[in-house]
């Protein structure tokens, strides 16, 4: 079992930056694969991003490849999202998401999830 906790969301002008940040409960955050997903406004969740559970491995949305880098703390029990040059269509709630060991881009693999932080570009 493993709590998750979201926060480092906020507004920021299209091309600026945020770095997310989710912190785990638990002495077991080095065994899990951690995922990052967005859900905007009238939209289905999607993936964004996920690392494996020894952050030698990562995948990355077509959407976001480029400007967005996932990296994990396993000392920290933390992993990160750091957003550079957000686009209005970046806006959404992010969620972080925890797995055993693999990395995934399906939801349905994950059985942990945060509650959200907004993220908010603007144009």
């Known amino acids: 079992q493993v709590q998750l906790v979201e926060s480092g969301g906020g507004l920021v002008q299209a091309g600026g930056s945020l770095r997310l940040s989710c912190a785990a409960s638990?002495?077991?955050?080095?065994?899990?694969?951690m995922g990052w997903f967005r859900q905007a406004p009238g939209k289905e969740r999607e993936f964004v991003t996920t690392?494996?559970?020894?952050?030698?491995?990562?995948v990355y949305a077509d959407s976001v490849k480029g400007r967005f880098t996932i990296s994990r703390d396993n000392d920290k029990n933390t992993v990160y999202l750091q957003m550079n040059s957000l686009k209005p269509e970046d806006t959404a709630v992010y969620y972080c998401?925890?797995?055993?060991?693999?990395?995934?881009?399906?939801?349905?693999?994950?059985?942990?999830w945060g509650q959200g932080t907004q993220v908010t570009v603007s144009s």
């Open positions: 638990g002495r077991t955050f080095s065994s899990y694969a």
């Open positions: 998401a925890a797995r055993y060991y693999y990395d995934s881009a399906d939801e349905k693999n994950y059985p942990y």
């Open positions: 690392i494996n559970w020894t952050g030698g491995n990562t």
